[in-house]
């Protein structure tokens, strides 16, 4: 079973080639059928639809990880935060982490609902430039549990993007569950058709999130998604009292950083722990305007220009070839 299940990996032709789904690897894989769906090829109607309700859409960032717990919700409520502290950007925040949208308590927006016109569904606004969109808001108490297969989960994603009233946007942060399975193939599939500048993966130090992150990587460039970065979360901890750093999760294989020497991928930066994130995010505040001198939240700052540079970078490229 071992060896089959190798070969099987290996072997995978990746969601963009025409054997998606057909070939004799993808004998057994869950996502056949919406890969085989895929490699049929897009509804020229449905595209159209997406580009027209995206086309504003200045930049578009996947948050990803192989694991949970990793803090890549919490770093998705802080980028767009810090995004949108530039008064001058407008910033859209959608999670679609369906069976466990965090991003409403992390917002302060828990208890909102959306409201519909006849542009469609309107995000719940933090700020004026600060837009939000999750499953989180459909649901009728926080405690609901979403249990639903994967066809209802892509129906949910795709309604997300064609139907929500996004407007002009510089950038379009989206918050996805972990791992490389059917919420991903689909967002990934349904943003191919009209523009996405890529992915930053989050991890924790520890190899046993280091091995999932290999995995991430892995499966976006099977699907051909460009990687932004890694983030190394819980990168240390340094005492507010005494200012010495301790290691609560070693890194026993090097951590994040050799493992991104070894991919050839980029280490967007390290991001201590620090207290006050999780109590910032229970208040559904912003940490990084609440602790603005944190050696977090300079990580953060750090980070989040590194991105914004990749982004512009990435569209002067995108308009040479056009």
Known sequence: LAAQLSLSLAECPGTGSAQA????????????????????GPDPAEVAEL?????????????????????????????????????????ALLDIDICGPSIPKMMGLEGEQVHQSGSGWSPVYVEENLGVMSVGFLLSSPDDAVIWRGPKKNGLIKQFLRD????????????????????????????????????????????????DVRKEINFCRKVKLPIIGVVENMSGFVCPKCKNESQI??????????????????????????????????????????????????????????????????????????
């Open 249 to 322: 999760f070693p890194p026993t294989t090097g951590g994040a950083e050799k493992m991104c020497q070894n991919l050839s991928v980029s280490l967007l930066g390290k991001v201590p722990l620090d207290p006050q994130i999780g109590k910032s995010c229970d208040r559904g505040q912003s940490f990084l305007a609440e602790a603005p001198e944190s050696p977090a939240t300079l990580s953060y700052r750090n980070i989040i220009q590194r991105i914004q540079e990749y982004c512009e970078q990435h569209h002067l490229q995108e308009e040479k070839i056009m």
């Open 21 to 40: 789904g057909r070939a004799a690897a993808c004998q057994g894989c869950p996502n056949q059928g919406l890969c085989a769906a895929g490699a049929a």
């Open 164 to 211: 929500v009233d996004w407007g002009e946007v510089d950038y379009l942060i989206v918050d996805t569950p972990p791992g490389t399975s059917d919420e991903h193939l689909s967002i990934v599939q349904y943003l191919s058709a009209t523009h996405i500048d890529g992915a930053v993966i989050v991890t924790t130090p520890q190899e046993v999130s280091l091995q």
């Open 51 to 91: 580009r027209a309700r995206l086309r504003a859409v200045r930049h578009t960032v996947l948050v990803l990880s192989g694991k949970g717990g990793v803090g890549k919700s919490t770093f998705s409520a802080l980028l767009a935060h810090g995004l949108a502290a530039d008064e001058t950007k407008q910033v």
